[in-house]
C-alpha cells in the first residue's frame, strides 16, 4: 500500500498520499462521482490540497465516508479463493466486481446535469468520444 489511511471518529477515513502529485486524479475523479450522485463507492467528502513553493499545488489528502463493518477485499478474496481450493463454492464477487466497475464507469461518463452529448461530438476512431463509445459497448455486451 502506498498510502496512508486513517479511520477519523469511525465515520471517516482519511488517506493520506505518499507522493507528491500521487492522487490529483484521483481527488478529480472522486469529485466527479460525488457530484453525480454515484453509490458504487463510498461517499467522498473532500480534499486537502498543499501549496509547496516551487512545486505548485497537489492533492496531500483524500476524505471518503468510511463503511463500518467493512471488510477489507484482500481479505475476503484471498478466503473465497482458498476456499475454492478447498473444495467449496464458486466466488461470487469476480462478477459482483464487473457489474460494480461497469456502474462506476457509467456514473463516470454521465453528463453534467443538463448536457446532452456534445453538439459536435469528434468521431474519429482515436478520440477519446470515439474510445468512450467503444468501451460502452464492450461493457453493454459483456453485461
Known amino acids: 500500500m502506498t498510502n496512508w489511511s486513517v479511520v477519523v471518529d469511525e465515520a471517516w477515513v482519511v488517506k493520506v498520499v505518499s507522493d507528491w502529485n500521487g492522487a490529483d486524479r484521483a481527488g478529480r475523479l472522486l469529485a466527479r462521482l460525488a457530484?453525480?450522485?454515484?453509490?458504487?463507492?463510498?461517499?467522498?467528502?473532500?480534499?486537502?490540497?498543499?501549496?509547496?513553493?516551487?512545486?505548485?499545488?497537489?492533492?496531500?489528502?483524500?476524505?471518503?465516508?468510511?463503511?463500518?463493518?467493512?471488510?477489507?477485499?484482500?481479505?475476503w478474496a484471498v478466503d473465497d479463493l482458498l476456499s475454492l481450493i478447498d473444495g467449496g463454492?464458486?466466488?461470487?464477487?469476480p462478477t459482483q466486481l464487473g457489474a460494480l466497475t461497469a456502474a462506476l464507469h457509467r456514473d463516470l461518463v454521465?453528463?453534467?446535469?443538463?448536457?446532452?452529448?456534445?453538439?459536435?461530438?469528434?468521431?474519429g476512431a482515436g478520440t477519446g468520444?470515439?474510445?468512450?463509445?467503444?468501451?460502452?459497448?464492450?461493457?453493454?455486451?459483456a453485461l
Open 35 to 75: 457530484e453525480r450522485a454515484s453509490t458504487v463507492i463510498p461517499r467522498f467528502v473532500g480534499r486537502v490540497d498543499w501549496t509547496l513553493p516551487g512545486r505548485g499545488t497537489s492533492t496531500v489528502a483524500l476524505v471518503s465516508e468510511a463503511v463500518v463493518g467493512a471488510v477489507d477485499g484482500w481479505t
Open 89 to 93: 463454492p464458486e466466488p461470487e464477487w
Open 110 to 123: 454521465q453528463p453534467d446535469a443538463g448536457d446532452g452529448p456534445p453538439a459536435s461530438a469528434p468521431t
Open 129 to 141: 468520444f470515439a474510445l468512450r463509445e467503444r468501451a460502452n459497448g464492450a461493457l453493454d455486451a
